[in-house]
């Protein structure tokens, strides 16, 4: 599996890190190579944060990361929040802290519910695909064995999307981008996630950065997600005929 040097475009600084992080396990143990794995990691996603929105408050965004090591009391916490059952964690935006239960792989669901408690930072009432597509993204960070910062592509979703495409599947995009917050997580769910994911990535594989900015930027402006892409890209059959040419050819 090819691996995905990212932060092609992320700014880096000087600013001190890791004052905003609360790491607090709930009848388990955190070891303090996971903690600085984890700390180090968010850092990045501070700073990507910080390139996409153009500003430079992530820096200091508190974070609190309550990791729970015995899965009857996620269970328990998940009924009081009314979260699905199948949910390794959940971010809960009303006291602005990530829950999630200490699973095999809970730094990569760490990474993906801190991603929700930076975007509601920056963007109160985000589109669900830019929420859920960027921590879909981030939760694939790793560090090689060099300690460089690179992305494993989630070549599931990458093979599902080049199959839609090879069956021409008309208008994918266009409905996408028109799913309201229920409908992005009843109908399809699973597919929302997936292609939610590859727009974020086929940005950042590509290098696109300055486009997924002002797409933000348009949509926080009041435009739709639709009118954005279709402004940044000169015209929404611009952006799917880019989006598509990338996955048929991606490995």
């Not at 890791?18 to 990045?44: F, H, M, W």
């Not at 879909?136 to 460089?148: I, M, V």
Request: net charge neutral.
């Amino acid at each position: 599996m090819s691996k995905l040097i990212v932060i092609i475009f992320i700014l880096f600084t000087t600013h001190a890190f890791g004052q905003a992080l609360t790491i607090r396990p709930i009848n388990c143990v955190i070891k303090e190579s996971d903690n600085k794995k984890i700390a180090r990691l968010l850092n990045y996603e501070r700073m990507f944060y910080n390139e996409i929105f153009d500003t430079d408050i992530n820096f200091d965004v508190p974070i609190t990361l309550n990791i729970y090591g015995k899965i009857k009391d996620f269970k328990a916490l998940k009924q009081q929040y009314e979260i699905l059952k199948s949910a390794d964690g959940f971010y809960a935006s009303n006291v602005n802290e990530a829950f999630l239960f200490k699973s095999s792989d809970y730094i990569s669901i760490s990474l993906h519910e801190v991603s929700h408690g930076l975007m509601q930072s920056n963007f109160k009432n985000p589109p669900r695909w830019l929420n859920e597509g960027m921590a879909e993204f981030f939760e694939t960070f790793d560090f090689d064995e060099n300690g460089d910062l690179y992305s494993s592509p989630q070549q599931r979703i990458i093979q599902n999307i080049k199959t839609g495409i090879e069956l021409k599947e008309k208008n994918r995009l266009q409905t996408f981008f028109s799913l309201n917050a229920n409908n992005f997580y009843t109908e399809g769910i699973a597919d929302n996630y997936s292609t939610a994911y590859s727009v974020i990535y086929f940005l950042v594989k590509t290098k696109n950065s300055a486009a997924l900015t002002n797409i933000v930027k348009l949509i926080k402006q009041g435009k739709t997600s639709e009118d954005a892409i279709s402004t940044t890209f000169g015209s929404f059959k611009n952006f799917e005929d880019g989006y598509k040419r990338f996955y048929y050819y991606v490995k």
